[in-house]
């Protein structure tokens, strides 16, 4: 069974830093793009930072600098290290697989982070 689960959201304070990881099973985990979306209320899902198989990474304009995309193959996990939050980080963020040879994804069920004083 495909499945990924995210953990490490919640609520923080703007300047504050939190860490989400994304443990990942039923699939061969090394040979996909791992990427983390966030959608905030009333807006569309947008791509944060993605990690391919041989660890090139990239992000979106408005978190560089200041997140930190990881995998580790051994674990079968992603991670986001998040510092320097501020308020527009507030959504829900989703862990995804992507396989190009197949133009196969899938998704996580969402995890919150909240940043607000």
């Known amino acids: 069974q495909v499945q990924l689960v995210e953990s490490g959201g919640g609520l923080v304070q703007p300047g504050g830093s939190l860490r989400l990881s994304c443990a990942a099973s039923?699939?061969?985990?090394?040979?996909?793009?791992m990427s983390w979306y966030r959608q905030a209320p009333g807006k569309e899902r947008e791509l944060v930072a993605s990690?391919?198989?041989?660890?090139?990474?990239r992000y979106a304009d408005s978190v560089k600098g200041r997140f930190t995309i990881s995998r580790d193959n051994a674990k079968n996990t992603v991670y986001l290290q998040m510092n320097s939050l501020n308020t527009e980080d507030t959504a829900v963020y989703y862990c995804?697989?992507?396989?190009?040879?197949?133009?196969?994804?899938?998704w996580g069920q969402g995890i919150p982070v909240t940043v607000s004083s």
């Open positions: 039923g699939f061969i985990f090394s040979i996909y793009v």
């Open positions: 995804n697989a992507y396989y190009s040879d197949v133009n196969f994804a899938f």
């Open positions: 990690i391919t198989s041989s660890q090139s990474t």
